[in-house]
């Protein structure tokens, strides 16, 4: 004996009542793409929300930071000179024979002064599965940053961007590669950058 119970037709939407449902929900996403992910994502705006809601500012220095990124990544790194100031790395405790030392962190810092407009970029050398810990900080105003790695047959994943004058915390490879950061002062001003790094990396090396 079934007890499966039949629904009266009657009780089941109407096809009228399942489309304007779709309709509904057609038109509530479009709203949403029109006014908050195209500023947020793209700085498109055509209704003018998006910067009511600051989004519009957002997906600006957003498109910006990308553009600026991609066009560095396509031109020839540039040598330059730098001083490397290295932490001094704690000596390791003395421990019985039998039992292997602990290995000791990494640790590289360097600081630099952006002109206005210019821009500079460092990368930490990283296996992948790596994490360094990281701090950058300005002398009070905030720069255009892009955190970001590229390896072989990979010229661009990003982890973060935005405009901040202090950022820290800990970067994971992603892949075997270059992993790092670049800023572009937009401050109109020189601004003075460090960048202290330490963890599992090979090297430190300025590519911008």
């Known amino acids: 004996m079934s007890n499966i119970h039949k629904p009266d037709p009657a009780e089941l939407p109407s096809t009228g009542r399942l489309l304007r449902s779709t309709?509904?929900?057609?038109?509530v996403a479009a709203g949403l793409l029109v006014t908050v992910v195209l500023p947020a994502e793209y700085a498109i705006d055509p209704t003018g929300l998006g910067r009511l809601l600051g989004l519009t500012q957002m997906g600006e220095v957003k498109v910006a930071l990308a553009a600026e990124a991609e066009a560095e990544s396509a031109a020839p790194p540039?040598?330059?000179?730098l001083a490397v100031a290295a932490a001094p790395q704690a000596a390791a405790p003395t421990v019985a024979a039998a039992a292997p030392a602990a290995p000791v962190a990494k640790v590289e810092q360097v600081t630099i002064t952006l002109a206005p407009n210019q821009a500079a970029e460092f990368k930490a050398e990283m296996r992948?599965?790596?994490?360094?810990?990281?701090?950058?900080?300005?002398?009070?105003?905030?720069?255009?940053?892009?955190?970001?790695?590229?390896?072989?047959g990979i010229k661009y994943h990003g982890y973060a961007k935005g405009s901040e004058a202090v950022s820290e915390g800990q970067l994971?490879?992603?892949f075997d590669?270059?992993?790092?950061?670049?800023?572009?002062n937009r401050a109109g001003k020189s601004v003075?950058?460090?960048l202290r790094v330490s963890g599992d990396f090979a090297r430190l090396k300025r590519v911008v």
């Open 192 to 194: 003075t950058l460090t």
């Open 128 to 152: 992948k599965g790596a994490t360094v810990d990281f701090r950058w900080s300005t002398d009070g105003p905030k720069l255009n940053f892009d955190t970001h790695g590229d390896g072989q």
């Open 172 to 174: 994971t490879a992603a």
């Open 78 to 81: 540039a040598a330059a000179p």
């Open 23 to 27: 309709a509904i929900a057609a038109a």
């Open 177 to 184: 590669g270059a992993h790092g950061w670049f800023w572009r």
